[in-house]
């Protein structure tokens, strides 16, 4: 025990702030802990902490929440090829098919709220990761029947709510299990997954529209969903640690508020950093509507099954630059510590630097190269670039909201997928009507130039990140 005591304390900063404060005049103040680099363990919740559960049991846990937690994306990606066929089929026109793609990206960014507060609120990952599940599952099956586009477009909301709440309640769970200086490879893997599902959702969505129809996309999903269930059910333990929350008053820790993760963004390295996150985020999302368009058109004309083999260029990317910036990330911090410097959060916002530069360059390049029909190779270079800059930077940063939030990890990654598909959502329909309008050049300008205005956000938080974090602890208080 004593061994295991030792090596926490020499890898982690903690600050605990007890009894009278002199900038309350003395008055009595709840115990906090204001985490420096993030708090891991302490003596009293050792033996029942999970990041202490042996390697191979933390890897098994990690490969069946990463593995479900790529039905978010692949829910709405797999539809993408399936649009021309559904709008010909229901009558309806492309705005009202899009609606479709919004629709269960608001879902997606909306539900995992309610899951991940109630999660953080009850101290429960498992019993909320089950239900989820579940409601991913029946709705799936009933959409493979549905005979109205107003029917399908409910039942994918609902089919949304449950993959979802897999998505973020399992990033959760790796939060529980893994300690600071593993967290950014495991949510490098993580994030890994649910960015290459992308490329597997359109890629075997082409082929299932090519060959077969519509309706067997909600029939495989389905099939997915039941297959994961078993695992979850046998392998995935209760993994929350109550000691890993801040303190809260006794009057609030019996209530339940299904928008309590809202709150967070009163914290201004929250609000900022999400800003950011979510616009760059938005940018794949569009990008990933714009290219059936663009490449079923121009002079390329391809069919959806090519069109579905050209996202293996941003789902190289997405697998390199989750990669690159989890492991990075980590290896900033665990070589400051070794060079004997301070120890915190904000290293992981400087660790985001290069893909920081290279998004706005590789979309800038490919809107213009776009616009004059340029070789498609080198268009794909250009997307490769661009989604490996934006995952070192989702990473890096994603995982930067956890450590500054400790006891909220499935509220403040909630948060995320929330605002960044509500952006997602409302370009998916925008979008298109702007590029249309201005031009795909000047549309992708407008895209990179305000990645560019949004990069000084990240530069406040870097410099003013470690106040905010005292002050917001000590005023949550």
Known sequence: MKSVSSEISESTEVTQVTGASEDTGGSEVTEITVVNEVSECNEDIIVNDPKFLSSRKKWLILFITTFSGMLAPMTNTILYPALIQLREEFEISAITVNSLISVSLFFTGIAPIVWAAYSDRFATRRKVYLLSCIVFIIPTILCSIAERIWVLMILCAIQACGSSGMYSIGAGIISDI?????????????????????????????????????????????????????????????TFCQSTLTSQSKSSQNRFNPIAPLKLLAYPNVILVV??????????????????????????????????????????????????????????????????????????????????????????????????????????????????????????????????????????????????????????????????????????TVISMACFIFTFLLVIVYYKGRQWQKKFFNGAS
């Open 275 to 444: 800003i950011y996150v979510s616009f760059v985020s938005s940018i794949l999302t569009i990008q990933n509507i714009s290219v059936p368009q663009n490449f079923s058109a121009r002079t390329y004309k391809l069919p959806p099954s090519s069109i579905g083999i050209l996202f293996l260029a941003p789902a190289v990317g997405y697998a390199l630059g989750s990669l690159v910036g989890g492991k990075y990330s980590d290896f900033v911090l665990q070589r400051a510590r070794k060079n004997g410097e301070s120890v915190y959060p904000e290293m992981r916002i400087k660790s985001a630097t290069i893909g920081v530069i290279i998004i706005p360059c590789s979309y800038l390049a490919y809107g213009w190269l776009l616009e004059h029909d340029f070789n498609i190779y080198s268009l794909m270079i250009l997307w490769f670039l661009g989604a490996f800059g934006s995952l070192i930077t989702f990473n890096s940063l994603s995982t930067y909201l956890v450590d500054v939030c400790p006891g909220c990890s499935a509220s403040v990654v909630a948060l995320i997928n929330c605002i960044r598909l509500m952006i997602a959502g409302i370009n998916a329909i925008v979008g298109s009507l702007l590029e249309n309008a201005i031009g795909t050049g000047w549309f992708f």
């Open 178 to 238: 893994y300690c600071t200086k593993e967290r950014g490879g495991a949510f490098g893997i993580f994030y890994l997954a649910y960015w290459f599902s992308n490329f597997i959702g359109t890629l075997s969505g082409g082929y299932i529209i090519q060959y077969l129809n519509w309706h067997w996309i909600f029939r495989i999903l389905a099939i997915y969903g039941g297959f994961i269930l078993p695992f979850i059910i046998f392998f995935v333990p209760e």
